[in-house]
């Protein structure tokens, strides 16, 4: 299998892993490649049955659809977490694989099923290797430590960069809103009031500036989609629509409909869809609000693909997501850094972020008060904030990684930021300065 030049470079790192270690964990960007990683490795490294771990059912009707599939399909067993509800269950699957695949693998510091999946690892020494694109868990759980090493392979925003994918088109659609407004509610966490209906014409302009012929809109709950169902069909009057619940078991339903339509809206709520990638999907539309930075993450990555030519368009009617952009940002993934430069020779924005169908903005003012800090006001929130933590006898810390170290004094950190109404990692630069107010 010839695979594309960062695949490459991953393979080979992670074949020579292998002659040293047990466990490599293998991070790359939604979209990038990571399946096709395995595949030659399955092809040419390990020849004997491998044991493929996957959050749902419906992801092995995935990587089946994939041609390369074929050639390794006989020894791959597909099996979901839930195997592992036992350590006895997850030693019989195991038992003659020579290699075990983890997708999705920053579950394995979540729950029960995590823990006994890597007990049983750990017992057989069954060669191993963890596929995620978002390490990096909102508990703070480091799922690094569960592995022996660690290989890189690129993130979404680096693919763009290479011309690998195209640039993001970014619209907030929040009805009458402009961006000194998200401003504020960014300086002071707070989140907007939001009506889906009002945003109604603003959002038909941007579908109108964007069109795209096949679309995924996430919703929190089936309540919220079928309240918002005549909504969705009046945006979208000549597209066929097909309803994805959080079960995935009509998935394959679903693809088929998908590839066949012309025009196509996928209704979705399941906010990950972990594993899964719909066919040609090119629009998102965010009808609920995320406060997960790995669930947005993978909730961009549905229009995120190796070789797509079509500039995929996300329109955020959510309250905080433009944050979360503003935090990858902060992770030093800044979407706004340039890429390729154009035939005009200008470079190009990685993300081009704007309001409704017309403004255009800077989304590095955001990224400015995420790094620097905002206003005097909220300054003096954090301090209250780290003299309250203090009173508790809360210990210093000189940053915000090493707080996270510590479970109790994070979460009594975490509350006194709450109560008042600041951002905990900001807060923080307060205390690593000394603690005492």
Known sequence: ?????????????????????????????????????????????????????????????????????????????????????????GIAAMEGHCLVVVDECHHLGS??????????????????????ATPERDDHVSIESLFDVRVDGISNFDAIRLGLMPPIEYRVCYPEKDFRQIEKEYEYDVKP???????????????????????????PDVKTLHKHEKLLHRLFPEYQFFTLYASLKNLPEVIDGVQKAERAVVLSVNILLEGVHLPNINGILLMRNVTSLAAFQQMIGRVCGIGNHINPVVLDCSACSIKLMAKLMSLGQNPQATG????????????KVGIGAHKKYDIN???????????????????????????????????WEELKTNDLDNKKFRACCRMYHVVPEFACRFLSEGGEM
């Not at 390729?340 to 993300?351: C, F, H, L, N, Q």
């Not at 929130?381 to 203090?390: L, T």
Request: net charge positive.
């Open 193 to 219: 009031e939001l009506s889906y209906e009002a945003s109604e014409d603003i959002l038909r302009g941007a579908i109108a500036m964007f069109p795209r012929d096949k679309w995924i809109a996430f919703f």
């Open 111 to 132: 729950d029960l099923y995590g823990k006994n999946l890597i007990k049983c690892i750990d017992r057989l020494k069954i060669p191993t290797l963890g596929l995620t």
């Open 340 to 351: 390729r430069p154009s035939s005009d020779g200008t470079p190009k924005e990685i993300v």
């Open 1 to 89: 299998m010839e695979l594309l030049k960062h695949n490459q470079k991953a393979y080979e790192e992670i074949e020579d892993s292998f002659q040293e270690y047990q466990k490599v964990l293998y991070v790359s960007g939604v979209g990038t490649g990571k399946s096709f990683v395995f595949l030659a490795l399955a092809e040419n490294v390990f020849r004997g049955k491998v044991l493929y771990v996957i959050p749902e059912p419906s992801v092995a009707t995935n990587i089946n659809e994939y041609k390369e599939f074929a050639v390794v399909n006989s020894r791959v067993d597909f099996t979901t977490y839930n195997t592992f509800s036992s350590i006895h269950k």
């Open 365 to 399: 003012r955001l990224f400015y008060l995420s790094q620097n800090g905002r206003s005097a006001v909220s300054i003096g929130h954090a301090k209250q904030a780290v003299a309250k933590y203090r009173s508790f006898n809360g210990n210093v810390y000189k940053s």
